[in-house]
């Protein structure tokens, strides 16, 4: 009977779903296991062959442990909302939900073929009102909570405004905004309404607040850094300019210090952890201040050496600095404002990889050095960012490369008060260089003591003091988009006011222009259904709104405007792994006892690329959620792997520059060329690609005239990332339709350690496709099911046990490309020894099970199991199987073998030289001579000399 995997494979998808097999429960005896993948964002294109790596190792793992007893939670979604679907939008009208559930039913199909262990029943859509609701529920959990520094937890608002009404704020020890203004409780208690929410708003853990942002107008909305690539935006290579919003907030700088703590105690990839210890910045050092000559402000300013405060020449502010317009002098202000402009179009992540380019612009004001009263020139430089530190520098070219580049570029005098030491911190690495500059308390002291001494001078005389400070910055939390979760939020006098979490969600409403407003507001603002009726606690129309201006606050009608931002992407992404824990759950977002039995995700897989991003978010609200009481664990996933990639082999055609002529790969060098990528899937094995097809791919080639070498066209081959822009996806229903999805399975994890990128080519899956039809006959004699009861011998054991050890070790140690070359040996050998013994074949089914689902359940059900193979148990390893209790002796006469005998390793030389000699092959050798001597080495060789 021949292997027909497309019958086999479409059979047992059905079985899966009809019968619920991967279902997991809440109450089970079993351990728990959790494994979870990053969950795809569902794009029109579907899924090409590198998306489902980290999936099918996942998907190994939990049947693995399925099959070790575990009660597995293997739960997959979708990350539902995002630009991509908007900007279809934008061009087409269509409602992104339409477009959205239409890609999301390609995914489902896609990856049901592919035989994933999913647990459907648990399925999560971040764009579904039933699960965007929690989405705004933890919202307002965060706005309704402060960041506690003496409990270093957060705690909820209430117990702030006891501790104003009771002290004021002066003994408050907070993460809040750095400029909140000191008041008594006699002066909270006597505080308007108004002037109250405002300064809780300084405290909560998502606020309102003006924020330098990454503005894409071609977008219309705001980016996060790791959305921009190049100074553009990711999503269609936008222009990205900088400017000031009023934007939504989340407070993450206040779990700095835990984030970096957190790292020590989870199990993820050190490269991650490294990401995220570089991104949070922890540094020591002092906060000084500066004050500003002829104008009643200061300049502060972080410093990790305030040793070296005395080599200050001058100050740079950022650019988008608040002091920036109002110390500007006129006869600088032309310059400055055109560099300022420049500096806009720029984002943070340009100008802090751009090491070698010297700009700025000289503001015409000066700073009072706070130690010598001395003036120091301001200069803008954006090199500087607003977004880390204080957005200001002193400057110290006799102790830092860039400073010292900035001066000399702009002709700024470098008084070198520290007689030539090296000052650069990598000098002071051994804490024994000293300080020699013009002051009584530095001068002749060591860098370790230097440091301390001038943070005491500072807090001595009021002008800086000790601080540790992070790079980390307050995440801006709005979107000026229409597809993204609604904030539950209403505005009363222009203070934001929650709604009640018994009205949740506020469903996202219909617009007719999914682009920004043309007076420049989001795309809600196109809404005409779109105010909080405080008297009925519903969503109405916005004529219903009379006025949101406090003079005629009185006057208002309980009708309300609603905000017109929506929430970034990461917002669902940031706790979507305990929603799977308990998913229908209508009255909370996951009830205690489904949270206490899972605790956490025991292996979760995905990209490194989310290392800054989702995975930094994630941490930050589960260790809010922990704070709060709302779940039993601060870190959401034990641990983490990154899967590598998997890359395209593009294909390459050679055009003649400023022509229309194609050259041939052998022929390139002779011409000057350009390099233009092809679908790769007109190209065949031998990367010859026939002219006609090309001709028809795309109307460029239609008339194009193509030089051949030997009357073919080779095309150039490149590996690199798969991609839709370079035309070498490969799509994995082709791949399914032709070789089936367990050779799809295997051959993806044969092609690398898991971790590493690796390239695909589709020429090398044949050799998986024949590996399983080698297995398929193991268990069939002709077209007839034979499989026999009798008892296995001592090899076939042997073959079975060291293939049990050496699977269950690489799937331990997630080797997964290992265990098919182990598959294949003992398939291999088991064939070699016509192996066809039930006591052998079960287990070897089992053990294949995880990595090759379909066919091992189809053989399964042939032994007569009338259950799913998922549900068995693992095979146990016997090391006595592999333990050789008799040895093949090469039987040699003068030193050449003529034959071999089996001997038990036990006998001794005596009775092994009776066996030889009494054998037949020895006395046909010797035809009736007496041998000289018999050499023998117990374990090794036996030599008849003669």
């Not at 219309?220 to 222009?239: C, Q």
């Not at 700024?412 to 009584?440: C, M, R, Y």
């Not at 997964?816 to 398939?827: K, L, Q, W, Y």
Request: hydrophobic share 35%.
């Amino acid at each position: 009977m021949q292997y027909n995997h497309q019958e086999i494979e479409s059979k047992w998808q059905r079985f899966w779903a009809e019968n619920q097999t991967f279902k997991a429960s809440n109450d089970s005896d079993k351990p728990k296991y959790y494994v979870l993948d990053m969950f795809p964002y569902p794009s029109g294109a579907g899924l090409h062959v590198g998306h489902p790596l980290g999936y099918i190792a996942s998907d190994i793992y939990a049947r693995y442990k399925r099959h070790k007893g575990f009660n597995v939670l293997h739960p997959q979604g979708y990350d539902s909302f995002g630009l991509p679907a908007e900007q279809y939008a934008i061009q087409t009208g269509q409602h992104p939900a339409k477009t959205t559930e239409e890609n999301i039913a390609t995914y489902r199909r896609q990856l049901d073929q592919i035989g994933f262990s999913f647990d459907w029943s648990r399925e999560v859509r971040t764009s579904n009102p039933q699960y965007y609701k929690w989405t705004q529920w933890i919202f307002i959990q965060l706005f309704n909570s402060w960041y506690n520094k003496d409990s270093n937890k957060a705690e909820d608002i209430s117990t702030l405004i006891v501790a104003f009404e009771k002290d004021g704020n002066t003994t408050v020890n907070a993460v809040c905004d750095e400029d909140v203004t000191s008041f008594t409780a006699e002066e909270w208690n006597a505080f308007s309404d108004k002037e109250q929410q405002q300064i809780l708003l300084q405290y909560r853990l998502t606020f309102l607040s003006d924020t330098e942002v990454n503005w894409c107008p071609a977008l219309g909305t705001v980016l996060a850094n790791d959305e921009i690539v190049n100074g553009v935006s990711e999503r269609g290579g936008h222009p990205v300019i900088r400017k000031k919003m009023t934007q939504w907030s989340m407070r993450i700088s206040a779990y700095a210090q835990r984030l970096l703590d957190g790292l020590n105690t989870i199990d993820w990839p050190q490269p991650l952890k490294d990401s995220q210890t570089n991104w949070i910045g922890r540094s020591q050092g002092a906060m000084v201040s500066f004050p500003v000559d002829g104008h009643d402000a200061k300049i502060d300013v972080f410093t990790t050496r305030p040793d070296t405060i005395f080599g200050v020449s001058f100050m740079t502010l950022a650019p988008e600095h608040d002091l920036v317009s109002k110390i500007t002098t006129e006869s600088q202000k032309a310059a400055v404002e055109a560099y300022v402009e420049a500096t806009a179009k720029r984002s943070e992540r340009d100008r802090m990889a751009d090491v070698k380019t010297i700009s700025g612009a000289f503001t015409g004001g000066y700073a009072i050095h706070p130690f010598s009263g001395e003036k120091v020139q301001i200069w803008i430089g954006d090199y500087v960012l607003a977004s880390y530190g204080t957005g200001a520098v002193m400057a110290v070219p006799c102790g830092d490369q860039r400073d010292y580049d900035f001066a000399k570029h702009f002709g700024i005098d470098i008084p070198n008060i520290f007689e030539g030491v090296d000052i650069s911190e990598e000098a002071f690495a051994d804490k024994e260089k000293t300080i020699i500059a013009n002051s009584d308390f530095l001068n002749g002291l060591k860098y370790k003591k230097a440091m301390k001494t001038v943070i005491y001078e500072m807090e001595k005389q009021g002008i800086g003091y000790g601080k540790i400070n992070y790079r980390l910055r307050d995440a801006v939390f709005s979107r000026q988009r229409y597809w993204g979760e609604p904030f539950p939020v209403y505005y009363v006098d222009g203070m934001p006011q929650m709604i009640d979490a018994e009205h949740l969600p506020i469903v996202l409403p219909e617009v007719e222009k999914y682009l920004p407003t043309e007076d420049g507001q989001p795309p809600l603002g196109n809404a005409d259904v779109w105010a909080w009726d405080t008297n009925t606690n519903t969503v109405m129309s916005n004529e219903l709104v009379i006025s949101n201006d406090s003079e005629k606050s009185d006057k208002h009608n309980g009708v309300y405007p609603l905000e017109l931002n929506t929430m970034p992407g990461w917002a669902g992404s940031s706790y979507y792994f305990n929603r799977y824990m308990d998913p229908h759950n209508d009255t909370e977002f996951a009830s205690k006892e489904a949270l206490d039995y899972w605790k956490q995700v025991d292996l979760y897989i995905g990209g490194s690329e989310h290392a800054t991003g989702h995975l930094l978010y994630a941490r930050f609200w589960q260790k809010f959620l922990f704070d709060r009481g709302l779940v039993p664990v601060d870190e959401f996933a034990k641990k983490l792997i990154n899967q590598g990639m998997i890359l395209g082999t593009s294909a390459i055609v050679y055009r003649v520059s400023g022509s229309n002529q194609y050259v041939s790969k052998g022929l390139k060098d002779q011409y000057e060329i350009e390099e233009l990528r092809v679908d790769v899937n007109l190209v065949n094995s031998a990367d010859e690609i026939e002219v006609n097809d090309l001709r028809n791919w795309q109307p460029q080639f239609k008339d194009a005239e193509f030089i051949l070498e030997e009357g073919k066209y080779i095309v150039g081959r490149e590996v690199e990332k798969m991609s839709k822009r370079w035309f070498n996806v490969v799509n994995p229903d082709r791949i399914c339709e032709e070789y089936g999805a367990d050779s799809l399975r295997l051959f993806e994890m044969f092609l690398g350690p898991l971790e590493q990128s690796k390239p695909w080519k589709t020429s090398g899956i044949s050799g998986v496709y024949s590996f399983l039809k080698k297995l398929w006959k193991l268990y069939y004699n002709g077209e007839e099911f034979s499989v026999s009861d009798e008892a296995p011998t001592k090899e076939e054991l042997k073959t079975l046990h060291k293939t049990i050890k050496k699977v269950e070790e690489d799937i331990e140690n997630f080797s997964f490309n290992t265990s098919v070359s182990t598959f294949m040996i003992a398939v291999n050998e088991l064939t070699a020894q016509k192996c066809n013994k039930r006591a052998i074949l079960e287990p070897l089914l089992v053990l294949v099970s995880p990595y090759a689902p379909h066919i091992a359940e189809e053989l399964w059900s042939q032994l007569g199991h009338t259950t799913s193979i998922s549900t068995t148990a693992f095979p146990i390893f016997d090391g006595k199987h592999l333990v050789e209790s008799s040895k093949n002796y090469p039987i040699s006469f003068n030193g050449k073998m003529r034959f071999t005998l089996e001997l038990p390793l036990d006998m001794t030389k005596e009775e092994m030289e009776k066996v030889v000699m009494a054998h037949e092959k020895t006395q046909a050798q010797l035809q009736g001579r007496t041998p000289k001597k018999v050499i023998i080495v117990p374990g090794k060789i036996i030599n008849i000399v003669g």
